[in-house]
């Protein structure tokens, strides 16, 4: 049987993804890339990708397309059941994610991700996946003002972060505790409430920027 040889395409994302997992996007530069696939064209970045970000976004693809899927279909039988269960729903963010560290170079996604969702936190969030769908039900169990501390984010923060840490680690036979106590931690900030302290300085730092607010100023992605 003939094995087709992989594109030059393909052999970028391969080693892209494997370089930026190990030593971080900033790290490696398109021509160690380039060099490291064995793709003699120098512009070949360019060609495919048109840039370092699209080549990223390549990178990053295949598993979030997966993740997606995975996430949808937990949604889909969440609203289906008429759920309103608050660990049902952290589960839903990090269960198809976690489901990555047993996927083929899904532990170097998670790494990857991790530093893309914390360096460019919600442009890099398509607007059309899953986590906008999380993000509508999560609102119903967020306490008054956590939303617009960005309560949704950080959980997705700790999410991605602690998966890559796991992700680097040498690979374990069973990740189904380790997982479930991720759940936990996540089910709790999400309910977190807000301190006194807290809310203080948020009404004060509200009242602050009350004059100089614009009615066309852009929300933030989570």
């Known amino acids: 049987m003939t094995v087709e040889p992989i594109s030059a395409r393909a052999q970028l994302i391969l080693t892209a993804k494997r370089l930026f997992a190990e030593r971080g996007i900033d790290a490696v530069s398109l021509r160690e890339v380039i060099r490291e696939a064995g ?7 360019q060609y495919h990708f048109g840039d370092r970000d699209g080549l990223i976004t390549a990178v990053l693809a295949e598993h979030r397309a997966r993740v997606d899927t995975r996430r949808d279909a937990m949604l889909e039988e969440y609203e289906a059941n008429g759920g309103h269960d608050l660990r049902s729903i952290a589960a839903i963010l990090v269960r198809p994610l976690a489901q990555e560290l047993s996927a083929p170079q899904g532990r170097d996604f998670l790494r990857i991700y991790a530093e893309v969702i914390q360096r460019f936190r919600g442009e890099w969030i398509d607007t059309g996946s899953s986590i906008w769908r999380w993000r509508r039900h999560v609102d119903d169990f967020l306490p008054p003002g956590a939303a617009e501390l960005h309560a949704r984010f950080a959980a997705l923060i700790f999410t991605t972060v602690e998966l890559a ?5 040498d690979p374990s036979a069973d990740d189904r505790l380790y997982v479930s106590h991720v759940i936990d931690i996540v089910a709790a900030m999400i309910v977190a409430p807000l301190s006194e302290e807290t809310q203080r300085l948020q009404t004060g ?6 004059p100089h607010a614009s009615p ?3 929300t933030t992605a989570l």
């Not at 793709?39 to 970045?45: D, K, P, Q, S």
């Open 39 to 45: 793709v003699t064209h120098v512009t070949a970045v």
């Open 165 to 169: 840490r796991r992700a680097a680690e």
């Open 205 to 210: 730092r509200a009242t602050e920027a009350r």
């Open 216 to 218: 066309t100023a852009p």
